[in-house]
């Protein structure tokens, strides 16, 4: 059988940046968590995102969680998520013994309905913190989603973990809110292996994190603590392979958007395929290309994923809605719409590969597969 075609998976830089600095590590033997691959790593970022402050996490994971916390979320509060996300958008506030309130999407971006989120404030009128996610590359409708919560003066953590280099009205998705999360796990756009990295311009919330992420060791001779902590601190080696990366994600996110427009032109004659498509102002990643399929059609999302497959090619469904996993069923769910439109996404989503190191002789060849079924 051919080689596998992945969804998205770690693709290293042709020049060798991620080896030449990993290879640094250990020549000068800064083999944990300090050292100056993060710093540069962090810096790195901050520079191309404009924001003030970074700080290297173990994870997108430990990042939402340490964010969380900064701005105070903590037991019994309520926090308002996007519903279509994945579960690690979510589980952090689990962590903090906190409630999500999930908020159902719009279908234009497929993210945050500000509709939903106005009428959770009804609901709702006080949590302490609103997580907006920018699913598979797409902008939420942040500016609107800001207007809200700054009426109700309550803080944003964004999510960006899949909208990495995404810019709005020149300001880069995660530097919108009070804090935002990137995620370097193996299936995102730049990877180091696994991490994360927090971002703010409020240098007291990254501060914290730093704190909290390397123990809570108070400043004293012996050790001393007076807070929880945690070790969720990026090691020096994985942040080489950040820093490396760095330097190629422009070169990623151009053949990101390329992948998306080939699969587009592709199915532009299909008229029961609908891909999940920019606004006029908008440059997203398109970390993954995604499709829905219309509801007559006698093709079904798991028809696409399945015949794949048989090609040893991955695809995958939408990510399935927070409010319908058996872990959160117990937390309310607010929509607008008769029926739910992250449900409505999830049974007519496909993920199609999108891995960056796929040639244009693949892609023609997934495209083929896709094509017959349609016929
Ligand atoms: C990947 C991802 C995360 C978590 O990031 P990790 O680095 O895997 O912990 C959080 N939110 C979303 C939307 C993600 O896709």
């Keep these: 059988m051919s080689e596998k075609i992945y969804l ?16 640094e590590a250990f020549d000068t033997n800064w083999l944990s968590t300090v050292g100056e691959n993060i710093n540069q790593f962090e810096e790195s970022v901050k520079k191309y995102l404009g924001v003030k402050s970074a700080i290297a996490l173990a994870s997108g994971t430990s990042a939402i969680h340490l964010g969380l916390k900064a701005l105070g979320v903590t037991k019994n509060d309520y926090v308002f998520v996007s519903d279509l996300t994945f579960s690690a958008s979510v589980n952090p506030i689990i962590y903090e013994n906190a409630k999500p309130i999930f908020i159902d999407s719009e279908p234009q971006t497929w993210n945050m309905d500000p509709k939903a989120l106005e009428k959770a404030f009804e609901k709702y009128p006080n949590p302490k913190a609103v997580v907006v996610v920018h699913l598979y590359g797409r902008i939420s409708e942040i500016d609107e989603i800001c207007e809200i919560c700054k009426k109700h003066n309550v803080p944003i953590l964004e999510d960006a973990a899949e909208a990495l280099g995404v810019k709005y009205k020149n300001k880069f998705l995660g530097t919108y809110g009070n804090c935002g999360v990137l995620s370097f796990n193996g299936n995102k756009i730049i990877t180091t292996t696994g991490g994360g990295m927090l971002i703010s311009n409020n ?21 001393q603590h007076e807070e929880i902590g945690y070790n969720y601190r990026m090691s020096n080696v994985l942040a080489g392979i950040g820093r490396g990366q760095m330097k190629v994600l422009e070169e990623r996110i151009a053949k990101k958007r390329k992948i998306f427009e080939n699969y587009k032109k592709a199915f532009e004659e299909i008229d029961e395929i609908k891909m999940n498509e920019d606004k006029e102002y908008e440059r997203s990643n398109h970390w993954l290309s ?18 794949l497959e048989k090609e040893n090619i991955e695809a995958r469904l939408v990510w399935k809605p927070m409010h319908l996993q058996p872990i959160f069923e117990k937390y309310d769910f607010i929509k607008v719409a008769e029926k739910a439109v992250s449900e409505d996404l999830f049974e007519r989503g496909v993920c199609l590969p999108s891995d960056t190191k796929m040639t244009e002789e693949q892609q023609k060849m997934i495209i083929e ?3 017959k079924l349609f016929e």
Excluded: C
């Excluded at 060791?217 to 012996?222: C, G, H, I, T, V």
């Design 203 to 223: 240098e007291e919330i990254t501060k914290k994190a730093k704190f909290w992420s390397t123990q809570s060791k108070e400043p004293a001779r012996y050790y």
């Design 8 to 23: 998205a998976s770690p693709h290293m830089s042709d020049e060798g940046y991620e080896r030449k600095y990993v290879k």
């Design 369 to 371: 597969i896709i094509k």
């Design 290 to 307: 995604t499709m829905t399929i219309k509801e007559t059609s006698k093709v079904k999302p798991l028809d696409i994923v399945e015949n």
